[in-house]
Structures are given as structure tokens and as C-alpha cells.
């Protein structure tokens, strides 16, 4: 499970992800759209959400921010904005309890310039603006995911292990010298090191010329976890196994071999071998996506299979073990991505995946995506920006967990 580091307490994730950092914008992307940030992030921890993952590639951050200043209207009432239209009354006392505990909102100046209080200005760059978001959705309460994703750019420095992991030392000793690192950030910001290895043809051993995700991932460990990050690892290199991008964790000889599989074992030996810091660092973190998007359909008791082989396994007991370190250990597992159009092609799909996450007890689920410009998946907000997609959110709490002010009971 995953622990708080300030409490000590296991914690679930609940997560969207909010994508702009790795597409030019140099801000989390829709606020064009006429909506102001703050008041948005307010209304997605009324629906229950604590964790955002932001995608950034590191060739954007140095280019100046835009200006996102809009001129719009905030939700008079977040709470009736929340409320959903098939929602039971809340129980008495909710929204009390809600409103209560609400970050307030900052001020717009001048009065409905929405966005204002963002950094702006000549020298504001992308990674100015990501550090301020960051910050932000910290202090609206939220687990922050800052993951590289280059699939806009196509920028190879991940096959560059050394100056990759340079720059995400640099990248998390700003995080770190933020003043509220110690006491508000430290246990509640991870680093997702790379987004679907497989888009650059990077499996999990050297080839082609290219380094092993393995390689890649250690020496990224290495710079980050005596820094004090928390680490996000995603599979490569076993689509043959039939998920998807951004999974592939089968460690079992026999499925390594039967279906042609890159090997994840030397990474997790090497983890395994770097002690109990890094360890405690590490997070499995597999996409998972329908036949809509993976273009292959299972059954419910196959699909299980799968995913058990691929990262269920390696997060119940014992977890991993190493035969040539004579130890195991047990990672937590969140899926940094799931999502779809809701149509029917993914229904049965999106019901299996809840059930297993449910049965499995893992550590949470990120939607991809809130943006309404998913185009794979589409939004938690519709076109406009403005409105919420009830469907998506319907599916979240009735079978991922989700938990939104008015929701009663377990």
C-alpha cells in the first residue's frame, strides 16, 4: 500500500491525470476555454479526487508560459456544480462539511480576469508555471504525479540514461527547495520516470542501440530517491502478452518465453539490490485500456489472468523474489491510466478492470483524462469545458471508489 508519509496511514489514490505541460501550452491545458483553475480543482476534490498526474517533457519547460488570463465567471455554488443529476440526497450534514472544508479560493485581479494569480510575465517559463501548479494542487489537497511524456515531441533523452536522470535531478532539487517541501510535499509527490517506453521501441533489455528500461530506471533511482522522491515505474516490451502500452511487469520464465516477452528481472533484481530506500520509493504504475484503444478483447477470467501475471502478482505476497538475492518484496500499484469513450465496445472491459481493482485491493487508478480534448477517451468535462461528463464520473463511483461530497455510505 501506499503510506502517508505525514500520517503513517495507507492511502488510496483516486486520481485524473490534467495534460498541457508536454503539448506547448506550459499550463495545464483548457483554461482558453474560459475556466479558472483554482475554482476547477476545487470542484474535482468535491467529487472526491486526490491525486492529479501532470505529463511534462523536459525539451518544453524552458520556453516562456502563455498567458492563460481569461475573463469568466466562477460556479456561484461549487457544491451544486458537484451535485450529481442522479445523485441521492446528501446525508444530513454533507454539505455543511463540504463547504467547510474548502481551500479558499484566490482572489481575481481585476475582479473576473480568471487565472490571474497564475505566474505570468517575460521570464515566467513552462517549468515556472509547472512548479506553481504543482504547488497548487498540493495545497487544494491533492497527490501530485509529474510524469515525462514525450510522445508530442518524440525527444530521445530517455535513451540517453545519464543526462536523463541529470535532468530529473534538476528538475526534482527545485521541487525540493520549495519552502513547503519538508512539510507538505515530501511523501506526496512522485516522479511517473517515463510514459510508455514502447512509443521509442525501448524494452526492458539493450537493443538496436538503445538502452533497457532497466537501465533507464536505475539510474534514475539512483539521482532520485536520495532526493527524496517517490517513484512511479511503468512496464515495456511484453505487448505480446496483449495489454497494453505502458504495462508489461510479467516476470514468470514460462510466459517470458511462451509468448516472446522483454524480460523485467534484471529491473527488479536491481531494485531489489539498492536496499530498503529505494524500495520504499518504488511504485508500479501499468496503464490499462480497453479494446476501443488495445484493439483486443478478453474475457473476464483471461483478462484477470493478465493482469495478475503482469503487476497484480508483484504487489500480493511474497511480491517479487529474486532467487540470486534470496529476498522479495511487495509494490504497490496504481494505474496511471485508465479511460475510454464509454461506449459499448469498452463496457465489458471497463467492468472487468473495476472488478479486479476492487477484488485486488490495489493503490488507486488516475482517469485519463480530465481534458476534454482526449481524444481516445474524452473528457470528465464536456466540449465546453464547464460541464462535467456524468457517465464517466457515474463509473468512477459506482465502481472505482470515487467518493464525492453527497455520496453516502461505503
Known amino acids: 500500500a501506499l503510506v502517508q508519509a505525514a500520517t503513517g496511514r495507507a492511502v488510496t489514490l483516486r486520481g485524473f491525470n490534467w495534460f498541457g505541460f508536454a503539448t506547448g501550452r506550459g499550463a495545464p491545458d483548457g483554461l482558453w476555454g474560459g475556466i479558472d483553475f483554482a475554482a476547477t480543482l476545487q470542484q474535482l476534490r468535491l467529487l472526491g479526487f486526490n491525486a492529479v498526474r501532470l505529463p511534462f517533457d523536459f525539451s518544453m519547460l524552458d520556453a516562456r508560459a502563455g498567458d492563460e488570463r481569461r475573463q469568466c465567471a466562477r460556479p456561484p455554488d461549487p457544491l451544486a456544480a458537484t451535485l450529481a443529476p442522479w445523485a441521492a440526497p446528501p446525508r444530513a450534514g454533507a454539505a455543511e462539511a463540504a463547504r467547510a472544508a474548502l481551500a479558499p479560493l484566490p482572489p481575481l485581479a481585476p475582479p473576473g480576469a480568471c487565472n490571474s494569480y497564475m505566474p505570468h510575465g517575460q521570464r515566467t517559463t513552462a517549468a515556472d508555471r509547472l512548479l506553481w501548479t504543482l504547488r497548487a494542487c498540493n495545497g487544494a489537497g491533492l497527490y501530485v504525479i509529474l510524469a515525462y511524456h514525450n510522445l508530442a515531441s518524440r525527444d530521445p533523452l530517455p535513451a540517453q540514461p545519464a543526462r536523463f536522470a541529470a535532468a530529473w535531478a534538476g528538475l526534482w532539487d527545485r521541487v525540493r527547495a520549495l519552502p513547503e ?230
Open 181 to 410: 517541501f519538508a512539510g507538505a510535499l515530501r511523501g506526496r509527490v512522485f516522479a511517473d520516470v517515463v510514459n510508455e517506453l514502447d512509443a521509442m521501441g525501448i524494452g526492458w533489455q539493450p537493443a538496436a542501440g538503445r538502452p533497457g528500461a532497466a537501465q533507464v530506471y536505475l539510474a534514475v533511482a539512483d539521482a532520485l530517491a536520495p532526493r527524496g522522491a517517490l517513484l512511479m515505474f511503468e512496464g515495456t516490451g511484453q505487448q505480446g502478452f496483449g495489454l497494453n502500452w505502458g504495462d508489461g511487469f510479467v516476470t514468470d520464465p514460462a510466459l517470458l518465453k511462451a509468448y516472446g516477452l522483454s524480460d523485467p528481472r534484471p529491473f527488479f533484481d536491481g531494485l531489489l539490490a539498492r536496499g530498503q530506500m529505494v524500495l520504499d520509493a518504488a511504485v508500479l504504475s501499468p496503464h490499462a485500456y480497453g479494446p476501443s484503444i488495445r484493439r483486443a478483447a478478453f474475457p473476464r477470467a483471461e483478462l484477470w489472468r493478465r493482469m495478475d501475471a503482469s503487476f497484480g502478482r508483484h504487489a500480493a505476497a511474497p511480491g517479487y523474489c529474486s532467487a540470486a538475492l534470496r529476498a522479495c518484496h511487495r509494490f504497490p500499484v496504481v494505474v496511471g491510466e485508465v479511460g475510454s469513450l464509454m461506449g459499448a465496445e469498452d463496457a465489458a472491459f471497463l467492468a472487468d478492470f473495476a472488478a479486479w481493482m476492487r477484488a485486488r485491493n490495489n493503490s488507486g487508478w488516475l482517469w485519463w483524462a480530465f481534458n476534454a480534448n482526449a481524444m481516445d477517451t474524452g473528457g470528465l468535462v464536456d466540449a465546453s469545458w464547464r460541464a462535467w461528463e456524468w457517465k464517466r464520473i457515474r463509473y468512477l463511483v459506482d465502481q472505482l471508489g470515487l467518493r464525492p461530497w453527497w455520496r453516502s455510505g461505503p
